[in-house]
């Protein structure tokens, strides 16, 4: 194949417009022509080109596109030029390689492309290319573009390795709109890409903005190309649109007669994960399509409320559910308050009774909530009205769970009679009575008694008595009891069936103005004629009309008691001693028949109605607790006496003294001894200076670390501050002023103020928050002073000492500590640990008094611990001998004249060494004090 560099570019061979085609053919026949001439004229120079070394050629083509066969196929005409191989060239479409894509014209694969053929490519559902590239590679890997239309593009050459496509979401899921932003995150240079976004539709450009418009699970797909191929990623289910939400339902049936049990189905739209319904009568239910139990005649309105993470909405229907069956009552209390003394009346009219006798009792009832009677006091007051007293016929019902009564003194006839309810008084000691009805019952004898008084009847004139025995009535379960009084008869039943009749002798009935008493008769003279209810009472009726025998069964088959045990308690508590803040876990372990209701006590005045409680103690002190534990069937407590012991744990200063090994706290350190050692420990001094006189002159501070809350001023004498052997920190809040003196310093120093040296040895960095001025011999060993202010030196000092200075824009700030000098504990505090009053000076003395004096010698006293709660410490005279411990004088100051100490000292006005010669020595305060909760402050 002849290949001449005069058909190098594609600008030798450019495609005509096409509507110029049939020109551009006709020169390109010319151009033909020419190639032959020249062919012919050059032969012995191409003789010499071929027979050179081989290099980089790049075939002379003429090529054309057009789009045919209504825009699904586009086709590529190699016009004139070189054969092109297919393993020599990549066609790139829309930044693709789609070389392997494009086919003959009878859809055969191709290997070669010679001049007078074409190449088709199947683009029937896409918009057409906007980009067509023809890309040369020679076996070196170089490229060259022969053919372009549209964009241009960076001919890249094959490196040999496919795309490995990858790609990531700003976000996979939210409410519909849903724009997402991909990221192609693909290896190896991919130079073109395909999306498919899973919703139908697709893209090309490297990081697309896709909005979803359809609620959906969609999977995303991304393919990656460059010249050497292509690499897919897909991801299942990466994309999660969901809708908002709309409430609605429907119910079946939606009238009838009570008990009417109605199914509701949840039609909301949107995908909520969350319900809450509301049937009008004050339950509700979390369930999707729950069904409700409507018990009572009624109008109901209805209400859902659904949720997801992003919404909430509620839907109401207003009376949508319509409860047909027994009458209104005239009163109806069923004792399901949340909390309060009022026994609220359902049936409407406003006939609410008090409980009395102390906190109302609340405990799981045969429906929902009942009312709990001590048997001593409790009972229901509930005021007159002219709907509670009947004259013929009337109706009382209600579930009732008795215990045995508590009262004492009865006859043997009445014992463990009990009252249900009753309307009027027996006045005993006047012979006056008045009752409307009463009603007995002796579960001993499974008896009922019904007392009434007639409307002509004297009020000297003890009502009427009716019993009626064989009922099958039992303690300590629920039964359902209804009185019937139709004219002069009576009917009892026990759980829904009829269990016996009496006669009413009085009649018509003797209406009364006395309140209606519920557990309990309203008596004078017999205290144990209260005849007081123990036990449980729930959904107690009263009602102006005397009910059907199947309308008494209604009734009773309204509600479903429970059945079981009672709850046996036990808990612990982890840990059950500790300093304070001191959080104790509970957990309780009890048996019995769920659910339960819990109240727990700690002791210190909080309570806690959950299960495992957590519970943090703030105050030292024993605690108490008890847990109760009620259900349906009884109730069981567990105190444990003492159970908790919080103690005091170590206050903030006690943990700065010991955490930072604080050897002097005080407003002064006068000290006319040799040295004070003590590596790793911390002075601090809370007034406003530290000066040579405080150190007498020659004195060194061999402690880690210094805070002084003012200046240090040293001129004269040889006085060291900080640890050789373990060099800390220097902290000054004012100005630090070392003098005349040749003196070691070790450590940093910080200082808040102005800084000048005359003659000390720095071994360390000194910091100056202001100005620095440097006398004629300091010696910066190993220092270095780093200053914000101004620089004052004398002329012709060192250079050397001058290169050690710096001036920066800051230096490390700093703050004194800020605690507070703790107060005494109490007298008791000290007394229970074994501290004296008063005493002489000995080893092993633990004293808190006002403040203490030794003024003689005495012999070496080790393990001293001394408080001094009002004064000061005064420990002179000691000549040779010494002193070891604790000093503490949180009102005063330590007065030190002996050989030696050892220990730490606690001095709101400072420590003063009087004595020449003295050394003390740093010791903790661990050393002396093993537990911290015997901190003496």
């Not at 999306?195 to 969609?218: E, I, L, M």
């Not at 004078?524 to 009263?542: I, R, V």
């Not at 955490?659 to 007034?687: C, K, M, R, W």
């Amino acid at each position: 194949m002849l290949r001449l560099g005069i058909f190098n570019t594609i600008d030798d061979l450019s495609v005509p417009p096409a509507e110029n085609r049939e020109d551009a053919s006709s020169e390109m026949i010319g151009s033909i022509i020419l190639i032959g001439v020249l062919v012919a004229a050059f032969g012995i120079i191409l003789m010499m080109l071929l027979s050179s070394s081989s290099e980089y050629v790049v075939p002379a083509v003429a090529i054309d596109a057009s789009i045919i066969d209504d825009n699904t196929t586009y086709v590529l005409d190699l016009d004139a030029g070189d054969t092109l191989r297919k393993n020599e060239i990549r066609i790139i479409v829309d930044g693709r390689d789609a070389t392997a894509n494009f086919t003959t014209e009878n859809g055969s694969e191709w290997e070669l492309w010679s001049s007078g053929e074409s190449l088709y490519l199947d683009i029937a559902g896409s918009d057409p290319p906007e980009s067509v590239q023809i890309v040369y590679y020679d076996s070196n890997g170089g490229g060259e573009l022969l053919w372009d239309v549209g964009t241009s593009v960076t001919v890249i050459p094959p490196t040999g390795l496919t795309p490995v496509a990858a790609f990531s979401a700003n976000v996979t899921n939210g409410l519909v709109p849903l724009t997402v932003r991909f990221t192609d995150t693909s290896s190896n240079d991919p130079n073109a890409w395909k999306w498919s976004f899973g919703d139908g539709r697709t893209s090309s450009v490297q990081n697309p903005v896709h909005n979803y418009a359809v609620p959906g699970v969609y999977t995303v797909q991304l393919t990656a190309f460059n010249p050497d191929g292509s690499g897919t990623a897909i991801k299942t289910g990466y994309i999660h649109v969901t809708e908002g939400l709309e409430a609605d339902f429907t119910a079946a049936p939606l009238s009838g007669d009570a008990p009417l049990t109605v199914n509701f189905t949840d039609l909301t739209t949107g995908a909520p994960t969350g319900w809450l319904w509301d049937f009008g009568d004050n339950t509700t239910s979390n369930e999707t399509d729950p069904s409700h139990a409507y018990t009572s005649p009624g109008v109901y309105t209805v209400s859902l409320t659904v949720n997801n993470t992003a919404y909430l909405t509620t839907e109401t229907k207003n009376g949508y559910i319509t409860v047909t069956g027994l009458p209104l009552p005239v009163a109806w209390w069923r004792f399901d308050e949340a909390s309060g003394s009022t026994a609220v009346d359902s049936s409407g009219n406003g006939n609410d009774g008090i409980i009395e006798g102390g906190a109302a009792d609340r405990r799981a009832g045969a429906c929902g909530t009942g009312l709990y009677f001590d048997g001593t006091t409790t009972w229901v007051n509930v005021p007159n009205d002219v709907t509670l007293s009947f004259n013929d016929t009337f109706t009382f019902a209600g579930w009732l769970k008795p215990e045995v009564p508590e009262y004492a003194g009865a006859p043997d006839s009445y014992r463990n009679y009990t009252q249900i309810i009753g309307k009027g008084y027996d006045d005993y000691q006047h012979r006056k009575y008045s009752n409307n009805y009463e009603v007995f019952f002796q579960v001993d004898t499974d008896a009922l008694r019904f007392e009434e008084n007639g409307e002509l009847d004297p009020e000297n004139v003890e009502g009427a008595i009716s019993d009626v025995t064989g009922l099958p009535l039992s303690y300590d379960e629920w039964f359902h009891i209804a009185v019937v009084v139709n004219g002069g008869t009576g009917t009892v039943y026990v759980d829904g069936q009829e269990e016996g009749t009496f006669s009413v002798t009085r009649t018509p009935l003797q209406e009364n103005t006395e309140p209606v008493s519920i557990g309990r008769q309203m008596v004078t003279k017999y205290d144990w004629a209260n005849f007081f209810y123990k036990g449980m009472m729930d959904e107690l009726y009263l009602y102006g009309t005397a009910l059907s025998a199947d309308e008494i069964s209604s009734l009773a088959d309204a509600c479903s008691p429970p059945s079981g045990g009672a709850p046996v308690v036990s808990f612990t508590g982890t840990p059950v001693s500790g300093d304070v803040p001191l959080a104790v876990q509970f957990t309780s372990t009890v048996t019995g028949t769920t659910p339960f209701t819990y109240l727990w006590s700690f002791g210190d005045g909080t309570t806690s109605s959950d299960l495992n409680p957590l519970h943090t103690y703030t105050d030292a002190g024993t605690y108490d607790v008890n847990l109760t534990v009620t259900n349906a069937y009884g109730t069981d407590t567990l105190e444990r006496t003492a159970y908790i012991n919080a103690t005091e744990g170590v206050s903030a200063f006690g943990q700065y003294v010991v955490n930072e090994g604080v050897f002097v706290y005080g407003q002064e350190l006068s000290f006319a001894g040799d040295t004070v050692t003590g590596p790793g420990a911390t002075i601090h001094i809370t007034g406003s200076e530290l000066n040579t006189a405080d150190l007498n002159g020659g004195t060194s501070l061999a402690v880690s670390n210094i805070y002084v809350d003012g200046t240090i001023s040293l001129d004269v004498g040889s006085a060291a501050l900080g640890s050789e052997e373990s060099p800390g920190s220097i902290y000054v809040n004012g100005d630090f002023i070392l003098d005349n003196g040749t003196r070691d310093i070790f450590g940093d120093v910080y200082v808040n103020g102005n800084c000048y040296l005359k003659d000390p040895v720095i071994h360390g960095t000194i910091y100056v928050d202001g100005d620095l001025e440097l006398g004629w011999t300091p010696v910066l060993k190993d220092g270095t002073v780093l200053y914000t202010g101004s620089f004052t030196y004398p002329d012709g000092i060192g250079k050397t000492i001058l290169k050690h200075c710096e001036k920066v824009e800051s230096v490390p700030g700093f703050t004194i500590p800020a605690v507070t000098m703790p107060p005494v504990k109490s007298d008791e505090w000290y007394s229970s640990r074994g501290y004296v009053t008063s005493g002489a000076l000995a080893s092993n003395l633990k004293i808190a008094a006002d403040s203490y004096t030794s003024n003689s010698w005495v012999d070496p006293a080790y393990d001293v611990i001394i408080v001094a709660k009002d004064g000061d410490i005064v420990l002179t005279g000691l000549g040779g001998s010494g002193v070891t411990g604790v000093l503490f004088a949180p009102n005063g100051k330590v007065e030190f004249n002996g050989g030696f100490f050892e220990g730490l000292v606690i001095a709101r006005d400072g420590f003063l060494v009087t004595s020449g010669g003295t050394t003390v020595t740093f010791k903790n305060m661990d050393q002396y004090i093993s537990n911290p909760a015997d901190y003496p402050f």
